[in-house]
Structure formats: C-alpha cells, structure tokens
C-alpha cells in the first residue's frame, strides 16, 4: 500500500469523496421513490461495483486481455 507521506494510502480521500456523493444521490434517489431506505439500498449495491472499478482502475488493470481469464476470477 503506497502511502503519500502522512500515513494516508494515496487515493483514499477520493474513494471516500465518491462514497459519499453516491450515498447522497441515493438519498435523493429514494426521496424520488418515496423511501429513502430503498435509496440507501440502491447506492449501497451501486457503491459496491463503483469501489470494484476504481480500484481495478487504481492497480491499472482496465482493459487487460487475459485469454485464460474465463470471469471467474476477481
């Protein structure tokens, strides 16, 4: 884990920056739906695949063809 210096790992404060816009789009989201614990629950699943992507894009492992890489493996 590389840190940038303080202790923080690098790329954490932008990974906490973008839990917490999809926690309130989800709010908002439920508010539209007309509960927010159903909004809560959207941007929970939304947030699991988001924190996937980012750190896939993080390790710079977007778009690398495995021909042996069969979806299985995370």
């Given at each position: 884990?590389?840190?940038?210096?303080?202790g923080?790992?690098?790329?954490?404060?932008?990974?906490?920056?973008?839990?917490?816009v999809?926690f309130?789009?989800?709010v908002?989201?439920?508010?539209a739906?007309?509960?927010?614990?159903?909004?809560l629950?959207?941007?929970?699943?939304?947030s699991?695949?988001?924190?996937i992507a980012y750190?896939?894009?993080?390790?710079?492992n977007?778009?690398?063809?495995?021909?042996?890489?069969?979806?299985?493996?995370?």
């Amino acid at each position: 884990m590389t840190t940038s210096g303080t202790g923080w790992p690098r790329g954490r404060t932008s990974w906490i920056i973008g839990t917490i816009v999809l926690f309130a789009a989800g709010v908002l989201v439920g508010i539209a739906l007309g509960s927010v614990w159903v909004g809560l629950l959207i941007a929970a699943a939304v947030s699991i695949g988001w924190v996937i992507a980012y750190e896939s894009w993080r390790g710079r492992n977007v778009g690398i063809y495995n021909r042996d890489d069969d979806g299985a493996q995370l």
